[in-house]
């Protein structure tokens, strides 16, 4: 039931009552006797093909490919008039199992016939494997189903040379053409020479395919790319907006070849497969900007794991208005950030946006008359104006002996990107104290337990309070696609209370006029061509704790986290959840994405 209640196709037809919850019963029943969605929904009979073109026409603006006009395509497939016969043997299998067939191409852009044209996941999936544009077209499950079936026997005479590498370069047909310079290391490390002679550096094809996976992923903005091995299969994953997306399997002949090929051109010792290695690359772009990505691989009982982190250094810097404080929040961070000092902590997990809203910080204070430094691990966003410093454990320059020498800079405002021990915190400290304003990160999950987490580690109390200017949690929700969202109806009242929405402060929500619960109006995910899963960005939700005289009293007294959080709220601090309840409210973003990032 699951799988089927997940499908956009199903999503829509359920929001615009073409379906109703019988219907998707009797779909979860019988979806596994059928190849896809729109095949079981024509033949249960929920649905006339008529219907469901009409309905795909109209909700994902494609247009109706006839049966007269798919035949004509048919025959001159079979004939090989309209396509390389390489595109098709290669994608045999994947046209049988997700019932695609190409039936025109011009250029780099192929035609592809679907009934499904909501699951976009295969659509990204046939142009991640032939390197090729897609423009889809809706046509009848049962009659698409026959004519794939009736194609297919006409190429499996000639499939088994495709699969033992014979024309295998026509897989990769509209992937750019190689630049031998494309694809950089990074650092100036050398790679050793038996190791340029064990990998072909001439192997066009892997270099091509690995190009055109990092521009994908640039294209996509994808923050990490996960290359997987298993037994039988390889997984390439795209994390996009927090969440990892399946972007399908490499040909099998590059399995084997992919890890290598990265971790030459990331200057990794490529004989070394029993250990974790770690690298950097870059990759030049045609407008005359270059993306670097942080490199790790792991070995696993099927072969090297390998995951890059996309680090665009010269990617756009948000301003603090465009982080997604509510209005008293960001009030509150440029009134602290515009004291002479003070230490200021962004806290959360990984990945939580805690950099950006640094840099953002940065980016106000940034001027002439004040001496900026910073020390990073890495530095991800190149900053002018702003002196940054890259930890080097090799020459022993950590953040603490960095926070040091800052120090006898003579510098108005210091970063350090991480407090990770006793050491830094004691500097960090001291600095704050000695009139400079320091900022940086901690990992916990909320601002109360940094109190703790800061006295764990052997800092007195005393310190803490003194020195403690501003705390701030902070988590990314996915932002909910203006093309498609849609309004939840007929939310129960109970179900509003108990999410908590009755505990929300109208004054600090805009474009909310009451907290009266039946006045509330919230928006979930669909999905379209735009946006994929129904989310298209991200924004922050923040909780921002200044410690007053209550709060620095708890602190001294050594109280808990949870009273001390208490005291906050009472004293009108905006709790992570009620952050995500606002941006509910104002239509940003779902509750469901809310309850996958915040517990109640």
Not at 60 to 74: I, N, Q, S, W
Not at 462 to 489: D, G
């Amino acid at each position: 039931m699951k799988s089927v209640m997940e499908n956009i196709l199903i999503k829509q037809l359920l929001s615009h009552s073409m379906i109703n919850k019988v219907d998707i019963e009797l779909l979860a029943k019988q979806a596994d006797n059928y190849l896809t969605i729109p095949l079981a929904l024509v033949s249960e009979e929920i649905l006339t093909s008529q219907q469901l073109a009409h309905f795909c026409c109209k909700v994902f603006d494609v247009p109706v490919l006839t049966v007269g006009e798919l035949e004509v395509a048919r025959l001159e497939l079979a004939d090989g008039k309209c396509l390389h016969s390489a595109l098709l043997k290669s994608q045999a299998d994947f046209m049988r199992e997700h019932q695609v067939l190409p039936i025109a191409q011009q250029d780099q852009l192929v035609t592809l016939a679907t009934a499904e044209p909501s699951n976009y996941a295969v659509q990204t999936s046939f142009e991640f494997n032939t390197g090729l544009h897609v423009d889809l077209v809706f046509c009848d499950p049962i009659v698409l189903q026959q004519k794939i079936a009736q194609l297919l026997p006409l190429l499996q005479s000639t499939n088994t040379s495709a699969k033992t590498g014979t024309n295998t370069n026509n897989n990769l047909k509209g992937a750019s053409q190689l630049n031998p310079q494309l694809v950089q290391p990074v650092t100036n490390l050398e790679v050793r020479d038996s190791d340029a002679v064990t990998f072909n550096q001439q192997d066009d094809r892997i270099i091509s395919y690995v190009e055109k996976i990092l521009k994908q992923a640039i294209n996509q903005s994808v923050s990490d790319l996960h290359f997987e091995p298993y037994e039988n299969s390889y997984r390439i994953r795209f994390r996009i907006d927090g969440v990892l997306i399946n972007k399908g399997s490499p040909p099998e002949s590059l399995h084997s070849r992919l890890a290598a090929r990265i971790k030459v051109i990331a200057n990794m010792d490529i004989a070394e497969k029993r250990k974790p290695q770690d690298g950097r690359l870059k990759l030049d772009l045609d407008n005359n900007k270059h993306v670097e990505f942080r490199v790790s691989t792991l070995p696993t009982i099927w072969g090297e794991k390998v995951v890059l982190r996309v680090l665009d250094t010269q990617g756009y810097m948000a301003d603090v208005s465009q982080l997604g404080f509510e209005t008293t929040q960001q009030q509150s961070y440029i009134d602290t950030l515009s004291e002479p000092q003070g230490l200021i902590l962004v806290t959360g997990p990984t990945g939580s946006g805690k950099t950006l809203t640094l840099y953002s910080g940065l980016n106000f204070l940034n001027s002439e008359d004040r001496n900026i430094s910073t020390i990073e691990d890495p530095v991800e966003y190149h900053l002018q104006g702003i002196n940054q410093v890259q930890v080097n454990q090799k020459a022993q320059l950590d953040f603490a002996s960095s926070l040091r020498a800052f120090l006898r800079q003579d510098p108005d405002v210091v970063m350090v990107g991480e407090i990770r021990d006793l050491e830094t915190a004691q500097i960090a400290i001291k600095a704050s104290h000695t009139g400079h304003l320091v900022l940086s990160t901690l990992h916990t999950n909320s601002a109360a337990e940094t109190l703790n987490r800061l006295t764990n580690m052997g800092l007195p109390t005393y310190n803490l309070t003194s020195a403690i200017s501003l705390i701030i949690a902070q988590r990314l929700v996915r932002c909910l696609c203006e093309h498609c969202k849609q309004p939840e109806l007929n939310i129960p009242e109970q179900e509003l209370i108990k999410q908590g929405f009755s505990s929300m402060v109208s004054a600090d929500i805009p474009n909310v006029i009451n907290t009266k619960l039946s006045g509330i109006t919230l928006y979930k995910a669909v999905g379209c061509r735009r946006c994929n899963q129904g989310y298209k960005g991200r924004t922050s939700i923040f909780e921002l704790l200044k410690p007053n005289e209550k709060i620095r009293r708890l602190i001294m007294q050594g109280s808990d986290a949870l009273d001390i959080q208490t005291e906050a709220m009472q004293s009108g601090m905006m709790s992570l959840r009620q952050a995500g309840l606002s941006k509910v409210l104002q239509g940003i973003t779902s509750l469901e994405e809310v309850n996958r990032v915040v517990s109640h």
